[in-house]
């Protein structure tokens, strides 16, 4: 999944770039541990609940992107609020509709939002598609490998495998025993027949 992470990873840093007096945060945190100010100018965070597989070499990924405004009490109404959180999912929308070279296709599914439940706090969150993705290379640079590199995880971890030692041979001539009885000379069970020949060849391994 090392993929997906350097795809959302550029995203978050691309949308920094195309947004900058906006706060773009790696971390979702709730309104009540944002500060204040913070609030006011907006932050934009992602969060990946969701990979979905495509086959064996491709995934989509489904994050969700979060957009938090806080607006004055004293002179801001709910449907002041209302239009902040409209204008900052309006900014994230476009930004999704053309994120720059080298990305995969972005779907936005759905876009919801706080409805002034929470004045003064408010919100929009969307619901995204990013793919197909293949697996196979890193698209975008990733904790010190390069785009194009293969990804530490695409294969499992080599593993030091001893000598061969030796080997057995169960020689079974016609007429041949049941398979049954083949099934259980390959877990050493000799209790109800026998191979016609049965030896074992070892390996010097120089």
Not at 95 to 114: C, T
């Amino acid at each position: 999944m090392q993929v997906v992470t350097a795809v959302i990873t550029e995203l978050r840093k691309r949308m920094s770039q195309a947004l900058p007096h906006r706060i773009v945060s790696d971390d979702y945190v709730p309104f009540a541990e944002r500060v204040a100010s913070e609030l006011k100018q907006g932050v934009i965070c992602f969060v990946l609940p969701e990979v979905t597989m495509v086959d064996d070499w491709a995934v989509r990924a489904q994050p969700t992107i979060v957009g938090q405004i806080e607006v004055p009490t004293r002179d801001g109404k709910p449907s002041t609020g209302e239009r902040a959180e409209q204008r900052l999912a309006g900014e994230i929308r476009a930004f999704l509709r053309n994120a720059g070279p080298n990305m995969p296709r972005i779907d936005v599914k759905s876009v919801k939002y706080s409805a002034q439940q929470e004045h003064p706090n408010h919100w929009c969150m969307f619901e995204c598609e990013i793919g197909p993705i293949s697996e196979g290379q890193l698209l975008f640079a990733l904790d010190g490998r390069a785009a194009g590199d293969a990804p530490t995880d695409l294969y499992p971890a080599p593993s030091n495998a001893r000598p061969l030692a030796g080997v057995s041979l169960n020689i079974d001539v016609a007429p041949h025993a049941p398979s049954t009885e083949h099934d259980q000379w390959l877990d050493d069970n000799y209790t109800t027949s026998q191979p016609d020949i049965l030896t074992t060849v070892e390996f010097t391994n120089d």
